[in-house]
């Protein structure tokens, strides 16, 4: 693509999903199978509105079907398919359009995500794709008849090893997606879809009070120390606020937050991204709360000066304030979560946290949050 977009003053590249190479993969083999000749080259138009002229590889034939490839590319976005081959094997059949997935795309094993169990891991985007593609090509050539289509993917199943699919439940390969049909770098709404994904899955599974952890230290905390089921939760990444509006919005009932407090000590001043890009904050809490419980000027600007969560439990712990000045923040906290949850909810929606940092422990959690811990472990000994 010869197409950009400008972030973080940088010009980065646009690609093009899985879905939009499975969709130009079956229309190349539509072609040659009611033509009879090869495709080198194949148009396809995405619901984006971008065009797409892309290189057609490894074309195969029998009487009655031809199997090719479209090599993805991801542009400038760190994506883990970037490079592979999407093949698409297309047949003839009576009437129709009949897709599915084949060696090195997944199949769906539990209930809550975009495609029902036991289907194929091509999400309804990329299936409309792939089927106005084939629809228009039969409508190009009079044929009356319908289409058989088998997406593949060669190392597909290695390399969903290294996504979130077998958190999700999808089993045996890649996930075939794309809504826009083009990705776009550095894309936060591929990992917002993501965690709507897991958020469903865990709401399908009867789970109506949910673990969030934002990230691999979270998850280790709530494994290691707490005892938790990890599988049964969801990492959220920097991405709060965004998962906390979607258990709102799928229903929970409430969310059982465990995480650093090197990202969840910025809730405190309402901020529910907690990329370092967007803000960071962690010294100005502490600084202001140490304030507000009476220290002195030479210790909110050591606070100001403090380059960690850890060095500034130090500075409070040598002045003896630190549990005070956790208490506050602690309270800030929980006032940040109840207004948003509860807000959006119209209705009761508990939330329980547990903070803390690896040299010192639990530093703050809710009255409610060892009540809420204990009730998860005796369920998942239930199961």
Do not use: W
Not at 74 to 99: E, F, Q, S, W
Not at 152 to 163: L, Q
Not at 235 to 243: D, Q, R, T, V, Y
Not at 306 to 316: F, G, H, Q, R
């Amino acid at each position: 693509m010869n197409r950009y977009v400008v972030k973080n003053q940088k010009k980065l590249a646009l690609g093009y999903t899985t879905g939009s190479c499975a969709a130009a993969a079956a229309k190349a083999a539509a072609i040659a199978l009611l033509t009879g000749n090869p495709v080198r080259q194949v148009q396809l138009m995405t619901p984006k509105g971008i065009e797409l002229l892309l290189d057609v590889e490894d074309m195969t034939r029998t009487p009655d079907c031809v199997r090719c490839a479209v090599r993805k590319d991801a542009g400038d976005d760190p994506d883990i398919t970037h490079g592979m081959l999407v093949y698409a094997a297309v047949c003839n059949i009576p009437h129709g359009i009949d897709i599915d997935g084949g060696k090195g795309v997944g199949r769906v094993t539990r209930p809550g995500l975009a495609q029902p169990v036991g289907t194929a891991a091509i999400n309804p985007g990329p299936r409309r794709q792939i089927a106005r593609a084939l629809e228009e090509t039969a409508a190009e050539y009079g044929y009356t008849g319908g289409f058989s289509v088998e997406i593949s993917i060669p190392h597909g199943e290695e390399t969903a090893a290294r996504t979130f699919n077998p958190n999700l439940g999808i089993v045996g390969g890649l996930s075939v997606l794309g809504t826009s049909g083009i990705v776009e770098p550095m894309s936060e709404q591929a990992l917002i879809d993501t965690i709507h994904l897991d958020i469903d899955a865990r709401y399908a599974a009867g789970e109506r009070t949910l673990l969030l952890c934002p990230g691999n230290y979270g998850e280790d905390f709530a494994r290691d120390t707490l005892g938790l089921d990890i599988t049964r939760g969801v990492k959220c990444s920097n991405f709060i606020g965004e998962a906390l509006d979607y258990a709102v919005y799928r229903g929970f009932c409430g969310v059982l937050l465990v995480g650093h407090a090197g990202k969840l000590i910025k809730l405190a001043a309402g901020v529910f991204q907690t990329h370092s890009a967007y803000a960071d904050a962690r010294q100005e809490i502490f600084a202001s709360h140490a304030a507000l419980c009476g220290a002195a000027v030479e210790t909110v600007r050591a606070l100001m000066d403090a380059v960690t969560v850890d060095a500034c439990l130090e500075i409070l712990q040598r002045e003896k304030l630190d549990r005070q000045v956790l208490d506050s923040i602690s309270h800030k906290i929980l006032a940040h979560l109840t207004h948003r949850t509860s807000t959006k909810a119209g209705r009761p929606f508990a939330v329980e946290y547990v903070i803390f940092t690896n040299t010192y422990g639990v530093l703050m959690q809710t009255v409610g949050a060892a009540a809420c811990i204990e009730a998860r472990r005796e369920q998942e000994n239930r199961q």
